[in-house]
């Protein structure tokens, strides 16, 4: 639901992102195997679209396939996240490319954020002028009635 709204929809999933690579990436670097770790991993990403991913990602590593092989097929993982993935497999430097993708969209949702701030200010300056104007004609039109019906 979160990843379809228009504008949200794309900070969610790159929060989403970054949540999955650093937890993986972290148990990798514990020596945890790549099943439990991302059965672990499954568990701390809250959206339910990622953790049916994520576990159809352990059902393919239990049969032998690459982690890229589900990732290439989803639409909600970017074809960049994937294609790296699968270097970071082929290259057995995973938990590497794992942390450069979550220093990529940690940056990104921080400049993601950084401009839904920078639109949310004059937005709610107008916001506030509107409730200031409609409190002040509340206050000042019945003073006026009752002074123009003297």
């Given at each position: ?118 639109l ?12 200031v ?12 009635q ?5």
């Amino acid at each position: 639901m979160l990843l379809r709204l228009p504008i949200f929809g794309t900070l969610f999933q790159r929060i989403y992102l970054v949540r999955f690579t650093r937890s993986l990436q972290t148990l990798l670097l514990g020596g945890v195997n790549i099943s439990k770790a991302l059965a672990i991993t499954a568990e701390v990403v809250t959206n339910d679209v990622y953790r049916d991913l994520i576990k159809n990602t352990i059902k393919e590593v239990e049969d032998g396939n690459s982690i890229s092989s589900v990732f290439e097929t989803s639409e909600q993982i970017p074809k960049m996240v994937s294609q790296m993935m699968s270097i970071g497999e082929r290259s057995g430097r995973l938990d590497t490319v794992l942390g450069r993708i979550t220093d990529f969209y940690t940056r990104e949702v921080n400049n993601i954020i950084a401009n839904l701030m920078t639109l949310m200010e004059p937005i709610i300056m107008v916001v506030m002028g509107v409730g200031v104007g409609f409190m002040v004609a509340a206050i000042i039109l019945p003073m006026y009635q009752m002074a123009s019906s003297f």
